[in-house]
């Protein structure tokens, strides 16, 4: 079965998208028009001419299947450093890494001892699949190291179903991607160098930052590789909405056949 690909998506079906992928997804800034004003209906429509992707082949689809013990196997073999996390609610495949993946260090901005047992540490199994994969993109850029603001946001207790799995943040299936640091020591700064706006095309024909600073382009350029590699189901930066400014949101999406870029 084929699936189009993210600029094709009918407006209807990119307005429900756009909606679903809101839902508990970002960093919750405080409130205002700019957040309201694009609340999960983006301005930038598909374009029609894109070509046609089969879903089945793209790395995010076929990470995405896999079950815990499967995955787990994969990390072994691509020898990425990790540890089973036992519980961790709503996770299928729960584990903390334990060095690079692909040679990039994913982090959190907390001391060594706090990573060790924070929350936002660990991800998905599947999601890390899709970050060593994007470790190559991000070598090529001379990007050592990712700063993020979180992996797995725990759903509450008291009402989240026993055995229920979780999507995005909830299912540490999603990373919010903030720093960039380089092996220089140089960093791209999502929030300060991507020079977006909201509404705006990110990745294609007619996109592109202002002013178009190195860092900029870079950091476009970054994102729009990933997405046109197909890493991930979902990928918001600062041109979605306003609690996107300050971050890339990079997600692995179970059982859909989609893909969002915005």
Excluded at 3 to 27: E, F, H, I, K, Q
Excluded at 76 to 95: E, K, N, Q, S, Y
Excluded at 131 to 140: K, Q, V
């Amino acid at each position: 079965m084929s699936v189009m690909s993210w600029r094709t998506v009918s407006s209807v079906a990119w307005a429900a998208l756009a909606a679903a992928s809101l839902a508990g997804c970002a960093y919750r800034g405080p409130a205002n028009h700019a957040e309201l004003a694009f609340a999960g209906v983006p301005a930038a429509m598909p374009d029609p001419n894109d070509e046609k992707v089969d879903a089945s082949t793209t790395p995010a689809y076929r990470y995405a299947q896999l079950d815990r013990e499967a995955c787990e196997a994969e990390l072994a073999r691509r020898a990425i450093p990790f540890t089973r996390v036992d519980d961790a609610r709503g996770v299928l495949a729960p584990v903390r890494l334990a060095g690079p993946v692909g040679g990039v260090t994913y982090r959190t901005g907390l001391t060594a001892k706090q990573r060790e047992t924070s929350p936002n540490e660990v991800f998905d199994c599947r999601l890390v699949l899709a970050l060593d994969d994007f470790s190559a993109i991000l070598r090529a850029h001379d990007v050592a190291e990712v700063i993020h603001m979180s992996g797995w946001r725990p759903p509450p207790a008291k009402s989240w179903p026993s055995g229920k799995l979780g999507t995005r943040h909830d299912g540490a299936l999603a990373i919010d991607a903030g720093w960039f640091v380089k092996k220089s020591g140089a960093r791209l700064d999502v929030e300060k160098d991507f020079h977006g706006r909201i509404g705006a095309k990110t990745c294609g024909p007619g996109a592109g930052p202002a002013p178009a600073t190195a860092e900029a382009i870079e950091l476009r350029t970054i994102v729009c590789e990933a997405a046109e590699a197909h890493l991930f189901q979902v990928a918001l930066t600062p041109d979605y909405n306003w609690p996107h400014r300050n971050h890339f949101h990079l997600e692995v999406t179970p059982k859909v056949k989609w893909f969002l870029v915005h």
